[in-house]
């Protein structure tokens, strides 16, 4: 076995090094769960009427579905920044990208197929701040300076905002049971 050169320093072992950063982690999977000061995810679309998810309510400009549609697409979008497929992140078009055209379903079974896309996304986000490797504070190589610890905050923030609108949207059409 050699002995150090005075002055060296011994590589840190990643598998007994404390991950620092797990209090954040197990805070920042709470908030993006949501249910803390908020209904949550489930809770706001459970039951949703399938006659209702395509009404536009009077002085609104959307529907239940161009919500849940956006709150998919925009998730999806932050999580190809934070983690960007092979070929790298390539951002698409701000406002016309985010949005469905129409205010309807396109199938049937649209609605259900968005949901499971939001829930296995969110789960690929929370893996990916989950990963002890992950430093939620280093900025990515690519963007402006953009970490984890930003793009969790504004999945969070982004979804509970829209969380909200459902939940009045519901209200606003009779449709809230909770």
Known sequence: MSTPKPGATKAADPKSTPDEQ???????IALLDG?????????????????HR?????????????LLEHLRI???DILNFS????????????PDDYWPKSPQPPSSNAWDQSITLIRS????????????SSDLFKPFRWGDGQNLLREALLVA??????????????????????
């Open 22 to 28: 797990a209090p954040l982690r197990k805070q920042l």
């Open 35 to 51: 249910g803390q000061a908020h209904s949550t995810f489930d809770e706001t679309i459970r039951d949703f009427p399938t006659g």
């Open 54 to 66: 395509g009404t536009v309510p009077p002085n609104l400009p959307y529907s239940a579905w161009q």
């Open 74 to 76: 925009t998730q999806r």
């Open 83 to 94: 983690a960007p497929p092979t070929g790298g992140y390539h951002p698409i078009a701000w």
């Open 121 to 132: 996304d969110l789960e690929h986000f929370e893996a990916l701040i989950n990963n002890p």
């Open 157 to 178: 923030d982004h979804t509970s905002y829209h969380l909200g609108e459902l939940v009045v949207l519901r209200r606003l059409l009779g449709a809230w049971h909770k």
